[in-house]
C-alpha cells in the first residue's frame, strides 16, 4: 500500500506542488522572522556589550516612573555618595558621571540632525578608555567646547573646529566642535545613539538641572576583589533606593530596550504567516478533495481488492506528509534567506550596527516542520476520511459519485455564524466589549466560510451573467456553478484575503474619519506648533518665543503644553499640564462632564472621561501621582471633560509639571487667530520667532489631521502586503482547481472542440469560469469584511472611533484586483485546456 501511496503521489506531481506552495509560504514568514530576530538580537548583544565591556560596576537611583518605550528619567546622584561609594572595601575607584538622553544637535539646515536608530545622549567627557578613542581634536576643555561621536559628526556634516548649536532640557546653546571621537572596533556609533560630551559642570546643569549632581557612579574594582562581594557592599552603603548594575547587565538593559522595532516586524511577519495558513488550508483541503472525486473508481477498486478504510485514510495522509514535509524543507531555505536580507536591511537602517553571524535557531526549524506538516495533515484529513467511504460497489461505475450535501458542514456553519452573531451583539451592546467582539468576529468569519457553499451557485449564475452573451462565456458560467462546494472553497482563498483587509481597512477608515472630525469640530486654534510626532520628547519651545508670538499681531489667544507619563498606583498614566488652563479649555473645545474644568487650581488635576471610568474616579476623589521627578502628590479630582482627540488623560498644574515632568519647555502650541487676520502672514511670523526651536514646525489645522491620519496610512499600506499574500494563495488555488477541473474535464472539452468550439473560445470559457470564482470570493468578502470592521469600529467607540465609515474605494479596488487575478489564474490552464488533443480526449477514460 505504501509502495501504491508513493507511485501515486509521483503521478501528480505537479497537483501537489501548487497546494504546497501555500504550506511554503507560511513556513517562509515563520522561520524569516525566528531568523531575523535571533540575527539581530545576537548583533545588539554584542554591540553593547563591547560598549559596556569596561564597566565594574554602575549604581544609580531607582527611576520614579518606569515609563515603557520611553528612557526612564533617574534621578540625580550627589557628590556624597560618590565619596561613600569609593570608602566600598574592593572599590579601587568611584566616580560620579552624566549621561542622559536628550541632547539634540542642530545641523546646517537650522533643523534638529535626524535620529539613526539610537538614542541621543548628553553626557560629561570621561577621556579616551578602552571604548571610547579621539579620531580628531580633543575632549572639552572650556565651557563652550563639546566633543561629538563620529556616527554624528557624518550625520551633521560637523568637524573639529565648527560651531553647532544644541538643545538640552535649557533652550538652545552654541558650542564650538573640539573634537570627534569614536569606539572600539572602528565603531561610529554604538547602536545608532548620537552623544554630544560637554565638560563636567556644562552637562550637570545641562542635562540634569543642578551642580555637584549625576546621573550614576562608576565604579572600578580593586585587584582581585570579586563584583559579587562589592556589588553587595556598595547595595548596603548606598541604601534600597539604589540599583547597582554589572556592565553584563546595563548591556542586556540596553539591548532589550532596542529591540522595539524588531519585534515589531516580527509579529508583521507572524501575521503574513498566519494569513498564509489559513487560507493555505482551504487550498490544500479542496487539492485533496478534487483529486479523490477524480481517483473515485481507483480508489474503489481497492476496496475491492481488500485495502482496509484505515488504510485508505493513511494512503492519503502519507500523501499529505510528504508535501507538508518538502514545502517544509523548501519554506524553511526561504525563511532563512529573507532573514538573512532582512537582518542586513534593518541593520543597515541603524548607523553603527554591525550584523552578527547569520544563525537558524532551533525553534526556527522545529517550528516550520510542525506548521508545515501539521497543517498540510490536518487540512487532508477530511478528504482522507471521505476517500475511505468510497464503496467497492463503485468501481463499476462510469463516473464519479455525485457529491453529497455536507449537511455537516452546513449545521457546523450556522451554529458558528449565531454563535458569532450573539457575541458580538453582547460586545457591542452588552459590558463585555472587545473580550467578546473580537472572538464573536473570528466565528463569524468562520461560519460564512463554511456556508459559502449553500449560495455559490446562485451568487455566480449572477455574477457571470455579464459574461453570458457568447458560447464561451455561457460555458464558463454554466462550469463556475457546476460544482458549488468546489467553487466555494476556491472562492474562500480570496474571500479571506479581501474580508481581512477590507475589516481592517474598514476600522482603519473609521478612526481616520473619527479624528479628522473631532479636529475639525474641536480645535479652535488655526496653527499648532509640534514636532512630528506631535508627541512630549519630539520637540521643545522656548518660553521666550511664545510670549513674543502672543504679541504678533493677529494672534489673539496662545496655549502651550507639556506632557508626560506618571505612575498612578502601580499603572503609568498619560498626563498633560498647559501653562494657561483657561485658553487652553477655550482652544481645544473641551466640554465638561462632571465637576468643574473652568479653572485648574493647585492640588487639583482634571481628567477626560475615559480615564475617570478606568481609574474609577469621580470629582472630589483624591488620587496618589508619581511625576518623573520629585515625590508623589495627592491631588484631588476637580473635574471630567469628554474625550477628545487632542487632549486625553490627566491634567495636572503647570507649576508641578516644571518641576515633576522630564522636560519643563512646551512641546506643543496652539495660536488662535483674531478674526479678519491673514493666515499666511501671521504663520510666517510665528515661525520667525520659532528659528531658536528647530524641532518644531508651523502646522495649519489640515495639516494636524494630515499628520494624525498617518498612523492610518501605514496601517493600510500594512494591510496591502497582507492582500499580496492573500492574492498569492488565492492565485495558486485558482489555478489548482482549474489544472484539476481540466483534466476532469478532458473527454468533455474534447467533444466541445470536435463540435466546432475553437482554441481561443476555450480560452475564454476557461478564463470566465477563473474571473467568475474570483469575482464571486472577492464580492463575499468585502461584504462580510466590511459588516464585520463595522462592528469592530462600532465597539471601538470608547478609543474614540466615534465615525462609521466604509473604504468604498479600496473596496472597488479589491474587486477590481481579484477580477485581474482571475484572468491571471487562467492563463496556464486555459492554454493547455486549449491545446488538448481532440482525438486522445475524446477517447480519455
Not at 512630549?536 to 518665543?545: F, G, Q, T, V
Request: zero cysteines.
Amino acid at each position: 500500500m505504501l509502495t501504491f501511496t508513493l507511485k501515486s503521489l509521483l503521478s501528480r506531481k505537479l497537483r501537489l506542488v501548487l497546494s504546497g506552495l501555500a504550506v511554503v509560504l507560511a513556513v517562509m514568514f515563520v522561520s524569516g522572522s525566528m531568523v531575523i530576530k535571533d540575527t539581530l538580537n545576537r548583533s545588539i548583544d554584542a554591540q553593547f556589550t563591547g560598549a559596556y565591556a569596561d564597566i565594574d560596576l554602575h549604581a544609580a537611583l531607582k527611576p520614579a516612573v518606569e515609563a515603557e518605550g520611553e528612557t526612564a528619567v533617574v534621578p540625580p546622584v550627589d557628590a556624597a555618595a560618590v565619596e561613600r561609594a569609593s570608602r566600598v572595601d574592593g572599590v579601587a575607584e568611584a566616580r560620579g558621571l552624566v549621561l542622559t538622553e536628550g541632547a539634540r544637535v542642530i545641523g546646517k539646515d537650522g533643523k534638529v540632525v535626524p535620529g539613526t536608530g539610537g538614542p541621543r545622549y548628553g553626557e560629561s567627557w570621561r577621556g579616551e578608555s578602552g571604548l571610547i578613542k579621539l579620531r580628531s581634536g580633543h575632549g572639552p576643555r572650556a565651557a563652550d567646547e563639546v566633543a561629538v561621536n563620529a556616527g554624528l559628526a557624518e550625520k551633521a556634516g560637523i568637524e573639529v573646529g565648527d560651531r553647532v548649536g544644541v538643545l538640552t532640557n535649557e533652550p538652545r546653546q552654541t558650542f564650538v566642535v573640539a573634537g570627534v571621537f569614536g569606539y572600539s572596533g572602528d565603531r561610529d556609533s554604538i547602536g545608532g545613539e548620537q552623544t554630544v560630551a560637554f565638560t563636567d559642570p556644562v552637562a550637570q546643569r545641562l542635562m540634569l538641572g543642578r551642580a555637584d549632581r549625576f546621573s550614576g557612579i562608576e565604579v572600578t574594582l580593586a585587584d582581585g576583589a570579586a563584583a559579587g562581594t562589592v556589588r553587595a557592599a556598595l547595595g548596603k552603603q548606598l541604601g534600597g533606593g539604589y540599583d547597582v548594575l554589572t556592565g553584563k547587565e546595563l548591556a542586556k538593559k540596553a539591548s532589550d530596550k532596542s529591540r522595539g522595532m524588531l519585534d515589531m516586524m516580527g509579529m508583521l511577519l507572524l501575521g503574513f504567516a498566519g494569513v498564509a495558513v489559513f487560507v493555505g488550508v482551504f487550498l490544500i483541503v479542496n487539492t485533496f478533495s478534487i483529486i479523490i472525486a477524480q481517483r473515485m473508481r481507483e480508489l474503489a477498486l481497492l476496496r475491492a481488492l481488500g485495502a482496509s478504510r484505515k488504510q485508505m485514510i493513511n494512503s492519503v495522509l502519507v500523501e499529505s506528509f510528504v508535501v507538508g514535509l518538502v514545502s517544509s524543507v523548501l519554506g524553511l531555505a526561504a525563511g532563512v534567506g529573507i532573514g538573512a536580507l532582512g537582518a542586513d536591511m534593518m541593520a543597515s537602517s541603524t548607523d553603527g550596527l554591525q550584523v552578527a553571524g547569520l544563525g537558524v535557531p532551533v525553534e526556527a526549524v522545529v517550528t516550520s516542520f510542525a506548521v508545515g506538516i501539521l497543517v498540510t495533515m490536518l487540512s487532508a484529513l477530511f478528504p482522507a476520511v471521505r476517500a475511505s467511504k468510497v464503496a467497492p460497489i463503485a468501481v463499476i461505475r462510469a463516473a464519479a459519485a455525485p457529491q453529497g450535501r455536507h449537511r455537516g458542514q452546513t449545521w457546523t456553519g450556522g451554529i458558528m455564524l449565531g454563535l458569532g452573531a450573539l457575541l458580538l451583539a453582547a460586545g457591542l451592546f452588552g459590558s463585555g466589549g472587545a473580550s467578546l467582539i473580537i472572538p464573536g468576529v473570528l466565528l463569524a468569519f468562520v461560519g460564512v466560510s463554511l456556508l459559502t457553499p449553500l449560495f455559490s451557485k446562485p451568487s455566480v449564475q449572477v455574477l457571470g451573467a455579464v459574461f453570458a452573451r457568447s458560447t464561451p462565456g455561457s460555458l464558463g458560467r454554466a462550469n463556475s456553478a457546476r460544482n458549488p462546494r468546489r467553487t466555494a472553497i476556491t472562492a474562500s482563498a480570496m474571500m479571506i484575503g479581501v474580508a481581512l483587509v477590507t475589516a481592517i481597512s474598514t476600522v482603519a477608515v473609521s478612526a481616520e474619519n473619527s479624528v479628522a472630525g473631532d479636529i475639525k469640530r474641536d480645535l479652535k486654534a488655526e496653527l499648532v506648533a509640534m514636532g512630528e510626532a506631535g508627541s512630549a520628547s519630539s520637540a521643545s519651545i522656548a518660553p521666550a518665543a511664545l510670549a513674543e508670538i502672543a504679541e504678533v499681531p493677529g494672534v489673539r489667544n496662545v496655549a502651550a503644553a507639556t506632557m508626560d507619563t506618571a505612575k498612578i498606583g502601580k499603572e503609568n498614566q498619560a498626563v498633560a499640564s498647559w501653562q494657561d488652563w483657561a485658553k487652553a479649555r477655550e482652544v481645544l473645545g473641551l466640554k465638561r462632564v462632571d465637576g468643574n474644568i473652568d479653572t485648574l487650581p493647585a492640588g487639583a488635576v482634571i481628567v477626560n472621561e475615559s480615564t475617570a471610568e478606568s481609574r474609577d474616579a469621580k470629582v472630589g476623589d483624591r488620587i496618589e501621582v508619581q511625576l518623573q521627578r520629585g515625590d508623589s502628590h495627592t491631588y484631588r479630582v476637580a473635574g471630567v471633560f469628554a474625550d477628545s482627540t487632542l487632549s486625553n488623560g490627566m491634567v495636572v498644574p503647570w507649576a508641578d509639571a516644571e518641576a515633576g515632568f522630564r522636560s519643563k519647555q512646551p512641546s506643543q502650541a496652539y495660536f488662535q487667530l483674531a478674526g479678519g487676520a491673514d493666515e499666511s502672514q501671521v504663520r510666517s511670523q510665528i515661525e520667525t520667532r520659532l528659528k531658536g526651536s528647530p524641532e518644531v514646525t508651523v502646522q495649519t489645522r489640515a495639516d494636524v489631521i494630515e499628520m494624525f491620519s498617518g498612523g492610518f496610512a501605514m496601517m493600510l499600506t500594512i494591510v496591502q502586503a497582507l492582500l499580496g499574500v492573500a492574492m498569492l494563495i488565492a492565485v495558486l488555488g485558482i489555478v489548482n482547481t482549474l489544472a484539476l477541473s481540466v483534466l476532469e474535464r478532458t473527454r468533455e472539452m474534447g467533444t466541445l472542440r470536435a463540435i466546432g468550439l475553437s482554441r481561443g473560445q476555450t480560452m475564454r470559457m476557461i478564463m470566465t469560469e477563473s474571473v467568475v470564482i474570483s469575482l464571486f470570493g472577492a464580492v463575499l468578502g468585502v461584504v462580510v469584511g466590511g459588516a464585520l470592521g463595522l462592528a469592530v469600529a462600532r465597539g471601538m467607540e470608547d478609543q474614540g472611533v466615534s465615525q462609521l465609515s466604509l473604504p468604498w474605494g479600496q473596496m472597488l479596488a479589491y474587486v477590481v484586483g481579484a477580477a485581474v487575478v482571475g484572468v491571471i489564474a487562467s492563463i496556464a490552464p486555459a492554454r493547455r485546456g486549449a491545446r488538448l488533443n481532440v482525438l486522445a480526449a475524446i477517447s480519455h477514460g
